[in-house]
């Protein structure tokens, strides 16, 4: 038993981080820089990290585990990163299930509502919606077959921003068609998937708490109020003193998550990533909440990052299902609530 | 990175799991009887004789020197067969490991980490609590002994101890944090009284008041220089406020599981917010084992403690707290009507939030000492 990152994967953290914190927006405008979002973007790509996922030499393994994905998603979301990322490493990683080298979508679709991966003709493809579009031109889908899945790719329309300003939606444009040469899902397949798509979105989640501390922290320590720094206040001190226990608490959860996926069998990991997505959900709209409460007025204005971060917080918490569907599945691996149907 | 078992570690874990089947005493929760207190010190005996206790101390004071990883395994196998947690002395241990000479070490941490000795620890007094250091308990030097007045409170196991670590003021005239020191002190001896302070939650073997008057304490049981008392109590209690030094996740894990159990059992007197109650205390539960896993890992690299604590200190209480609050539901739907365990359980976590530091203490402890804001 050692949880410990590796020094390799401490570099990376380390590099990512560096990486984010040259090329992300440093305040809200800079969300319109078409410039630096495209030199983000290239940075991003030549990195590698969308294709983590992508099989090794060595047959069934991705390129990288589960806790090098995770690593770079909390340290994009920490920065606000507005490239896309999580769509195609997740895209990336079904196909690789489906025992594919590659794959053309470079996201993947949900349900409306953004709780459930989209199974067509199950869910109504008009309905599903392709998250972390930006750049996408088509999304993976699901369809149900004798013994499983098959896998589909429908082409998106043009991308749009919603609650989420770093990260668009995209509404699906076509009726879904075969990937070539992609072998059928198994249920465990799609079970093991979903428990690494859980895991990186608590990672996110992660980042974008401890962005949000971050950003409070930085705030309290120059605003003067009373003739000094309102962060010598005690009660904004305990604020932010909780904020970074939330984050803490999830960090631990989203690491083993991560870790899970690689190693548990699917049902076992799904558990590990919804006890994650359940308490980082929760504690990422409180985070984000108090980060705005720490900037008083200026925190309710579009200048401030405050309400960038709880917008990520909200998209990536909606995303498979926030905390009340992950408590709930919980519940029901307790024997607590009827059968977890649905609840993946 | 693995959260599994080295083969090492599985097979400390395969042996410890047999030694459980045999020896567990089966006792209730330390925080809702007194049948607990009264069978800690067996159970401390029975835990190290087997090589179960003090796993993570150096074998120079009756440790094994194993990582702390180790501590993980037996609290989570503790907590599978339903035994009670390691009775928690490790901060004590640590204090004394890192601030004591090499005598006083010798003299006193065999018999802490084997049981035979009982320790309390008598830091808080009445007019001092979260503001330790205006404690006004003195020490005197009187030729080879120091003589001690003072009154202590809330000091857990004051009844079953041995020896008390307090800390006194030798030099009255120094700044309140420089004029403290720290003696070890037998409770059996004329100047020394104890007497049981009753719990919100009946129990009377938690803690106790103590009163120093004339009390005597050999010079060279002084542990730590003159004057370091300060800077031992502050190792003391930053010990205190990790998860991993205590077996109380354990405790949580154990209870969580009951409770649990006990819905199962009567789902319909379960409404959907009773149900939401306990699903957040099995989710912080969680959160907690794998958080302390991570925590006691990060020990490898030689850090042992800091700052840090605090967050724990949080994030254990938190969890307890929502542990205890969905006891309550159990308390009304399964009244257990002698003891009522589920509602002692619930009053014993108010006090998680007090113990070792407020929470309101670890939030600026965070504030000032994590994230670098100004003192307040
Ligand atoms: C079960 C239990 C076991 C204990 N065991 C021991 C033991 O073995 N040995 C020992 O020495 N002590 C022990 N204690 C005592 C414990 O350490 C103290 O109770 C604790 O430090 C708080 O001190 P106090 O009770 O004087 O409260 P106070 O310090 O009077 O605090 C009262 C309230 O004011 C708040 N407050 C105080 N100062 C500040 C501040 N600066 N900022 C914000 N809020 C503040 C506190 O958070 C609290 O809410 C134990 C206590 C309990 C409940």
């Known amino acids: 038993m050692d949880v410990r990152l590796s020094p390799e994967q401490v570099a990376l953290k380390e590099t990512a981080r560096k990486l984010a914190q040259t090329l992300c927006?440093?305040?809200?405008?800079?969300?319109?820089?078409?410039?630096?979002?495209?030199?983000?973007?290239?940075?991003?790509?030549?990195?590698?990290?969308?294709?983590?996922?992508?099989?090794?030499?060595?047959?069934?393994?991705?390129?990288?585990?589960?806790?090098?994905?995770?690593?770079?998603?909390?340290?994009?979301?920490?920065?606000?990163?507005?490239?896309?990322?999580?769509?195609?490493?997740?895209?990336?990683?079904?196909?690789?299930?489906?025992?594919?080298?590659?794959?053309?979508?470079?996201?993947?679709?949900?349900?409306?509502?953004?709780?459930?991966?989209?199974?067509?003709?199950?869910?109504?493809?008009?309905?599903?919606?392709?998250?972390?579009?930006?750049?996408?031109?088509?999304?993976?889908?699901?369809?149900?077959?004798?013994?499983?899945?098959?896998?589909?790719?429908?082409?998106?329309?043009?991308?749009?921003?919603?609650?989420?300003?770093?990260?668009?939606?995209?509404?699906?444009?076509?009726?879904?068609?075969?990937?070539?040469?992609?072998?059928?899902?198994?249920?465990?397949?799609?079970?093991?998937?979903?428990?690494?798509?859980?895991?990186?979105?608590?990672?996110?989640?992660?980042?974008?708490?401890?962005?949000?501390?971050?950003?409070?922290?930085?705030?309290?320590?120059?605003?003067?109020?009373?003739?000094?720094?309102?962060?010598?206040?005690?009660?904004?001190?305990?604020?932010?003193?909780?904020?970074?226990?939330?984050?803490?608490?999830?960090?631990?959860?989203?690491?083993?998550?991560?870790?899970?996926?690689?190693?548990?069998?699917?049902?076992?990991?799904?558990?590990?990533?919804?006890?994650?997505?359940?308490?980082?959900?929760?504690?990422?709209?409180?985070?984000?909440?108090?980060?705005?409460?720490?900037?008083?007025?200026?925190g309710n204005t579009w200048e401030c990052m405050a309400h960038v971060y709880l917008r990520r917080g909200l998209h990536s918490s909606d995303i498979l299902g926030g905390a009340g569907a992950s408590l709930a599945f919980v519940l029901a691996q307790h024997g607590l609530k009827g059968g977890d149907d649905g609840l993946r | 990175m693995d959260y599994g078992d080295s083969p090492a570690e599985a097979q400390f874990r395969s042996g410890l799991r047999a030694w459980l089947a045999e020896n567990n005493p089966g006792l209730p929760a330390s925080s809702t009887s007194d049948e607990y207190w009264a069978g800690q010190a067996p159970w401390h005996r029975a835990l190290y004789d087997a090589g179960y206790f003090g796993i993570s101390w150096p074998e120079s004071v009756g440790g094994r020197g194993l990582p702390s990883v180790y501590d993980v395994i037996l609290d989570e196998e503790l907590a599978a067969a339903g035994a009670p947690p390691r009775p928690s002395v490790g901060y004590l241990v640590q204090g004394i490991l890192r601030h004591a000479g090499d005598d006083v070490r010798q003299r006193f941490l065999p018999g802490i980490v084997s049981g035979r000795e009982r320790w309390c620890q008598g830091f808080s007094e009445p007019d001092a609590g979260s503001d330790l250091a205006v404690l006004r308990t003195r020490a005197d030097r009187d030729g080879d002994d120091y003589v001690i007045n003072g009154h202590k409170v809330w000091t857990s196991y004051s009844d079953q101890a041995d020896w008390c670590l307090v800390l006194a003021r030798t030099d009255q005239d120094a700044p309140k944090h420089k004029g403290i020191s720290a003696f070890a002190v037998r409770m059996d001896q004329p100047g020394v009284q104890q007497r049981p302070l009753r719990m919100i939650n009946g129990i009377t073997r938690e803690f106790g008041e103590v009163t120093f008057d004339g009390a005597r304490a050999r010079a060279v049981d002084m542990v730590g220089e003159p004057g370091e008392g300060w800077r031992l109590a502050m190792t003391v209690v930053s010990h205190e406020r990790e998860p991993g030094e205590l077996g109380f996740v354990s405790r949580y894990a154990k209870a969580v599981k009951e409770l649990a159990q006990l819905a199962r059992e009567d789902r319909a007197a379960y409404t959907e917010e009773d149900l939401h109650t306990l699903g957040w205390a099995l989710v912080g539960t969680e959160m907690l084992r794998l958080h302390v896993r991570r925590r006691l890992s990060d020990r490898l690299d030689g850090i042992t403690h800091g700052p840090e604590g605090s967050v724990d200190k949080v994030l254990m209480t938190q969890v307890e707290q929502q542990v205890a609050h969905a006891a309550l539901k159990a308390s009304r739907v399964h009244p257990d009507h002698e003891e009522d365990t589920w509602m002692k359980m619930y009053l014993y976590s108010r006090a998680q939030s007090v113990m070792g530091g407020t929470a309101q203490i670890q939030r600026n402890l965070i504030a000032t000492r994590i994230l670098g804001l100004p003192p307040s």
């Open chain 1, 25 to 298: 927006p440093g305040n809200v405008s800079d969300l319109d820089d078409t410039e630096r979002a495209a030199k983000l973007d290239a940075a991003v790509t030549s990195s590698g990290w969308r294709q983590l996922r992508l099989p090794d030499d060595e047959p069934g393994t991705p390129l990288a585990s589960g806790v090098e994905a995770a690593i770079v998603a909390e340290e994009l979301a920490r920065a606000l990163a507005d490239t896309s990322y999580l769509g195609p490493l997740l895209a990336g990683d079904l196909a690789r299930r489906a025992g594919l080298e590659d794959v053309d979508a470079t996201t993947f679709a949900l349900t409306s509502d953004l709780a459930h991966l989209a199974r067509v003709p199950t869910s109504d493809a008009a309905e599903t919606v392709a998250v972390d579009a930006g750049g996408s031109a088509s999304a993976l889908v699901l369809e149900p077959s004798r013994n499983g899945y098959e896998l589909r790719t429908v082409e998106l329309r043009p991308s749009v921003i919603r609650t989420d300003l770093t990260r668009p939606l995209a509404g699906v444009a076509t009726a879904p068609v075969p990937v070539e040469g992609a072998a059928e899902l198994s249920e465990d397949d799609v079970t093991a998937w979903t428990a690494l798509a859980l895991a990186m979105l608590s990672a996110d989640l992660v980042g974008v708490m401890r962005g949000a501390v971050e950003l409070a922290r930085d705030y309290a320590l120059v605003r003067e109020q009373y003739g000094t720094t309102i962060g010598s206040f005690q009660a904004v001190q305990h604020l932010i003193a909780e904020a970074h226990v939330a984050a803490e608490g999830s960090y631990s959860l989203a690491l083993h998550a991560a870790w899970a996926a690689d190693v548990l069998t699917p049902r076992e990991a799904l558990l590990a990533a919804r006890h994650a997505k359940a308490f980082s959900s929760r504690a990422a709209l409180t985070v984000c909440e108090t980060a705005i409460q720490v900037h008083g007025g200026i």
